[in-house]
């Protein structure tokens, strides 16, 4: 009896610490809060500039959706993916939450996908310094 009680108490231990060690954080290899002991994606990844995104130039372009029924939309453009994770009214680039992208000026072709199926694409042009583009 002593035996069955000593097992089940290393039992209940090793399975106790076990699960302790399983927390959740950014498990995206690219993201700067990349965890590499996180066992599950919470969410929280950052990517440097505000929302996430990519990108190597100069101009700023900030998509953002301030309708709470699309959900979380993954903005794709110039081979660089982010994600509106917040319904916000954008006033500046790199907005928290928004997808963000630093291109070089130009046209660009872009795909969203927001949580609840909806997609839009097209194209946007890049001219200035900080541009906002709005999913409505």
Not at 36 to 64: K, R
Request: net charge negative.
């Amino acid at each position: 009896m002593t035996r069955i009680l000593a097992f089940s108490f290393l039992a209940f231990v090793m399975i106790s610490l076990w699960s302790c060690s399983r927390y959740s954080g950014c498990t995206d290899l690219t993201a700067t809060n990349f965890e590499p002991d996180a066992f599950t994606d919470d969410g929280s990844c950052e990517y440097g500039f505000g929302g996430g995104g990519g990108g190597n130039g100069n101009a700023n372009l900030t998509f953002y959706n301030n309708q709470s029924w699309v959900g979380v939309v993954t903005v794709t453009i110039s081979g660089y993916s982010a994600q509106i994770t917040e319904t916000v009214d954008a006033s500046n680039c790199d907005y928290s939450g928004c997808a963000n992208f630093s291109l070089s000026a130009g046209s660009y072709y872009y795909t969203a996908t927001a949580s609840t199926g909806e997609y839009w694409s097209g194209s946007v042009v890049v001219t200035s310094s900080c541009q906002l583009f709005e999913f409505v």
